[in-house]
């Protein structure tokens, strides 16, 4: 997680260039904006600092919230992919569908490996006021519980089992 401690200048062209595939009207010769970028740097690796939980193993928790049917969380199956924005707190979860009547909101965290944030996209994003753990496509994400909203825990027996951000290349099956 270099990016966490790194020099804004030393980022800064990484950071400017997430900004603008994000969709970011940013000019990166312009000298105020790269005076601007590098101060969202410095307050972004702040505030992630102190959202950031670390695992006694050095892997790092995330959360992510899904909307759901009640089959989709039955058939929730270790490799699936989950997708690449995350959060660094349960608080930052958010899902992206609207929940409706058939429908429930789950948290789902995991624990996954530094190398696998997408640091300058993070930071980027965090300054634009996106509070997301962006993750690298061939992340595996270890589930270590979910949360349904107004039921509690669900799918314990997923806990300890590995997901994709997307689905997670098939075992070898034996000859």
Do not use: C
Not at 86 to 98: K, L, N, T, V
Not at 152 to 168: I, P, Q
């Amino acid at each position: 997680m270099d990016w966490l401690d790194a020099d804004p200048d030393d980022i800064l062209d990484d950071v400017i260039e997430a900004k603008i595939l994000a969709g970011e009207d940013v000019d990166p010769s312009d000298a105020r904006t790269r005076k601007r970028v590098a101060d969202e740097i410095v307050r972004a690796q702040r505030s992630i600092r102190l959202e950031i939980r670390h695992a006694g193993d050095g892997r790092i928790l995330v959360h992510r919230a899904l909307v759901l049917d009640d089959d989709a969380i039955a058939s929730l199956s270790p490799g699936q992919g989950l997708g690449e924005s995350w959060a660094f707190s349960e608080a930052g979860a958010h899902p992206y569908d609207a929940v409706r009547r058939s429908r429930t909101a789950v948290v789902v965290s995991g624990l996954i490996h530094p190398d696998d944030i997408m640091g300058p996209f993070v930071l980027a994003m965090w300054s634009s006021g996106e509070g997301e753990a962006r993750l690298r496509r061939q992340a595996e994400i270890e589930i270590v519980g979910m949360r349904a909203k107004g039921l509690g825990a669900v799918r314990e027996d997923l806990n300890g089992t590995s997901f994709g951000v997307t689905d997670l290349p098939a075992a070898p099956r034996p000859r």
